[in-house]
């Protein structure tokens, strides 16, 4: 049995400690066993004590301040070295560290594998999810960040194309660095869904993730203002995710200013957002920064027609007029025009979306990504 060290920093809420979750899941089937560590206790912790997975919880440091500005840049910068110190000693007391077979850290932002990966020199399996830290969303604490990931990594997995080129064309070895996609688990089967063939009088259109800046949702927003009344009429806009309050004043402001509140819902965090996918038309992924787009995926799962900003690695899962539509980011006026198209041309609408189903099962099902996942794995255990 391989015991190894898997750091989860945040809760699940986010994509990717879902992605986790579904990997642990598959382990089972393995002679892999993760040891579970979160940054602080929550419902992921939760989820390992009813299932019975070993797991604790350590502060230990992270690469960004979280976006609190330039004082939370500044305590973060100097606590980085002391909180992984306390994580690191926290941790001998509670495991034999020479019974672990490498550490996997599950984003770019978890410090703590890098650290043990230089203190002790257990080999560091590190799955780069996010674009924030590369792309001037939230400055990294660390100076040239690409370089200390190589010099404190064993491996480094990216979730697309689009952030492998990034750190190879930043200095790190191209031998070091491979994207494997994330997969999906999802509750139903390719083509399981009618694509209707009879024009529907009005379309709906949800919008999942984190309602925040960084997510983009106050774009969706905007567009929706700038609709007239009658092109409103014929569209339901439905937001699920937990609105944080960087939006929630200004997101307030627009609906009521606009009159927004007939055609506009929030229904806030759902745990079983997939089964409530296929029962809508358009899915709309604003964000700004996307390391791959786990919701996105999941829109293309469930047959609906994406429309998406064409940011970081969106257009690695559609191709625009392909298999979904891609506007500008920020272009709420660009947003509008497809949302138009859609209504107007929905034969094409459910064409698209046809093929968006077709390509996540043949590229992003769960069972694809655990197989690549597992052979790196074995890789690692193999030099050790």
Not at 100 to 110: C, R
Not at 172 to 184: A, H, L, R, S
Not at 193 to 198: L, V, Y
């Amino acid at each position: 049995m391989k015991r190894f060290l898997y750091l989860i920093e945040i809760d699940l809420t986010s994509g990717a400690s879902l992605c986790a979750l579904e990997l642990i899941k598959q382990l089972k089937k393995t002679n892999f066993r993760p040891i579970v560590v979160t940054q602080h206790k929550n419902d992921f912790n939760d989820f390992c004590d009813n299932n019975g997975i070993e797991n604790y919880h350590f502060h230990y440091a992270r690469i960004c301040s979280l976006g609190m500005g330039k004082i939370g840049w500044l305590i973060a910068f100097f606590l980085r070295p002391f909180l992984n110190f306390i994580a690191f000693k926290r941790l001998e007391r509670k495991i034999n560290l020479n019974t672990i077979s490498f550490v996997h850290s599950n984003g770019a932002s978890i410090d703590f594998g890098a650290y043990l990966h230089k203190k002790i020199g257990i080999s560091h399996f590190w799955h780069v999810r996010d674009f924030f830290l590369f792309d001037k969303k939230w400055p990294p604490l660390v100076k040239n960040l690409p370089n200390y990931m190589s010099k404190n990594a064993t491996k480094i997995i990216t979730v697309s194309k689009a952030l492998e080129n990034y750190l190879i064309s930043n200095g790190c070895p191209q031998n070091k660095v491979q994207t494997i996609y994330d997969g999906v688990a999802v509750p139903f089967k390719p083509s399981e869904r009618s694509f209707s063939k009879i024009k529907k009088d009005v379309l709906y259109v949800v919008c999942v993730g984190q309602i925040c800046q960084l997510k983009g949702q106050i774009t969706l927003v905007e567009t929706i203002s700038k609709m007239t009344d009658e092109e409103r009429s014929h569209f339901k806009f439905v937001f699920f995710g937990e609105i944080k309050r960087d939006v929630k004043e200004e997101l307030a402001k627009k609906i009521k200013e606009f009159k927004l509140e007939q055609c506009i819902e929030f229904k806030g965090y759902s745990k079983n957002i997939l089964s409530n996918l296929t029962n809508y038309d358009i899915g709309v992924q604003p964000s700004h920064s996307e390391g791959f787009s786990r919701v996105t995926a999941e829109y293309m799962a469930a047959g609906l027609c994406v429309i998406a900003a064409e940011e970081g690695a969106i257009p690695e899962l559609i191709q625009h007029n392909e298999n979904g539509l891609l506007y500008e980011d920020y272009n709420s006026q660009e947003l509008k025009k497809y949302l138009l198209f859609c209504y107007q041309n929905q034969s094409q609408m459910y064409a698209l979306a046809k093929k968006a189903q077709q390509k996540f099962f043949s590229h992003y099902d769960i069972e694809i990504n655990f197989s690549h996942i597992l052979e790196q794995y074995n890789q690692i255990v193999a030099k050790n």
